[in-house]
């Protein structure tokens, strides 16, 4: 069988909306079935490495330390619980994927089970040549439209940090999330400083704050994945930083509206995107605040803290976050000895308590500065905090899913 055109150029026309990804990789665990499936790369112009031997577990384990493909096959012959490795699959690959399974079960309940967990299909082996390139066109849209599932449409989460008062560790706070998530849980993560004069996170990540972010805010009709594949700054193989380092007597402007298209294109790309948001633009943090699904408040143990907090409140509650979480972290616990407003009175005046706290360490985070690294790249007491920071947003230690803001 020859490739045809319109097979090979849809194939071809992924390339532009995929920059970096493999268009298709398969993972089967049979050598007759590896062979159909080579058969059909080599028709479709794909290089013969797309096919791999080995089943889903293989999947993961590639898939948790590189990119995953646009397009994705992968064997479920006899894997224990595979519905559960699906969802595992689903966590570690990126946002945008397809996937078709392929097992030797002909079991309703598994095909419905596999389709709840996001899949596009489920192919009962023995595998067929004809099978086989049917399923391929439709991942990729050649004989109908490609079936979007849930688990090609997940996109990544927005997570918005704002500091109630200045100089509280909102930027500490983003950067070493952003870090952790990246180098400790193996997620692709962007990080986006909005605070354009200074580009502290990328300070504190030591990459140089380059002058992407302005570009891509002021022109917002050339954000594209190249565009930001070129301005984005890599901070290791997971973490990408968009900043910007501005010279002090310009004035900027940044129109609020430009940072939709942007967060659009990077939830598309990243597991986490997360976006330090200083509360002296009003417009852009609240702009940032409302396309977040969590907004993270940063506060410590003094009054106007609390005070500042309760005002970000009011602010936030203006606009429908209903379905967006908010974690208060209190940072620099300790700092102000007994001045500090202790947490009974802290939770009394914010009507909940906070969910993460982070001790006050100059040491670590002197260390950090003198080294150009991160604090979350060594232990300290900071770390540890940001690590369950960091566990909260994978929903594994919220103790609630009610916005903190709605506590009597
Ligand atoms: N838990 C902590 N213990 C000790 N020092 C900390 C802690 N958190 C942050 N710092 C330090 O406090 C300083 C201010 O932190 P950071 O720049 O993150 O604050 P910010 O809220 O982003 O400030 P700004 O309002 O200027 O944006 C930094 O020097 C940082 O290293
Ligand atoms: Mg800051």
Not at 53 to 70: E, F, M, N
Not at 91 to 116: A, H, S
Request: hydrophobic residues 40%; aromatic residues 4%.
């Amino acid at each position: 069988m020859s490739i045809s055109i319109g097979r090979k150029q849809q194939v071809e026309g992924l390339h532009g909306s995929a920059a970096g990804r493999d268009k298709f990789l398969a993972f089967l665990a049979d050598e007759a079935s590896e062979k159909i499936v080579k058969q059909c790369v080599s028709e479709m112009a794909l290089p013969y490495s797309s096919v791999v031997r080995g089943d889903v577990t293989k999947a993961i384990q590639q898939l948790s330390a590189g990119r995953s493909p646009i397009a994705l096959m992968v064997d479920i012959s006899g894997v224990e619980l595979p519905v559960s490795q699906i969802h595992h699959l689903a966590e570690v690959c990126e946002p945008g994927v397809t996937v078709i399974v392929i097992g030797d079960r002909n079991d309703v309940g598994l095909y419905r089970d596999l389709i709840n967990a996001g899949i596009s299909d489920y192919i009962v082996k023995p595998l067929t040549q004809t099978l086989a390139q049917t399923a391929i066109d439709n991942l990729f849209g050649v004989s109908k439209p490609a079936a979007r599932t849930a688990l090609s449409q997940k996109q990544g989460q927005v997570v918005s940090v704002i500091g109630a008062r200045g100089g509280v560790g909102a930027s500490t706070v983003a950067a070493n999330l952003a870090w952790h998530l990246a180098n400790k849980e193996n997620r692709r993560v962007a990080l986006v400083d909005l605070d354009m004069y200074y580009g502290t996170c990328a300070l504190m990540l030591d990459v140089p704050a380059g002058g992407g972010l302005r570009e891509a805010l002021e022109n917002p009709h050339r954000v594209d994945e190249l565009f930001l594949e070129r301005s984005m700054l890599r901070s290791g193989d997971k973490l990408h930083v968009l900043a910007s380092e501005e010279r002090l007597e310009i004035k900027l402007t940044p129109d609020p509206e430009s940072l939709t298209p942007l967060l659009a294109i990077l939830r598309k790309q990243f597991h986490y995107v997360v976006v330090d948001a200083p509360r002296a633009h009003r417009e852009m943090m609240h702009a940032a605040a409302l396309q977040s699904n969590t907004a993270i408040i940063v506060l410590d143990q003094t009054a106007n803290s609390i005070r500042d907090t309760l005002r970000l409140r009011q602010f936030t509650e203006t606009a429908d976050l209903s379905a967006h979480r908010t974690v208060l972290v209190l940072n620099r616990v300790g700092e102000a000895g007994k001045d500090g407003i202790d947490q009974k009175n802290l939770s009394d005046t914010l009507g909940t308590g906070v969910q993460v706290q982070i001790p006050f360490h100059p040491k670590s985070a002197i260390d950090a500065a003198n080294a150009g690294t991160p604090v979350s790249s060594f232990r300290s007491p900071i770390s540890t905090a940001i690590a369950t920071l960091a566990d909260e947003l994978g929903g594994r230690r919220i103790k609630t899913t009610k916005p903190w803001w709605k506590f009597t």
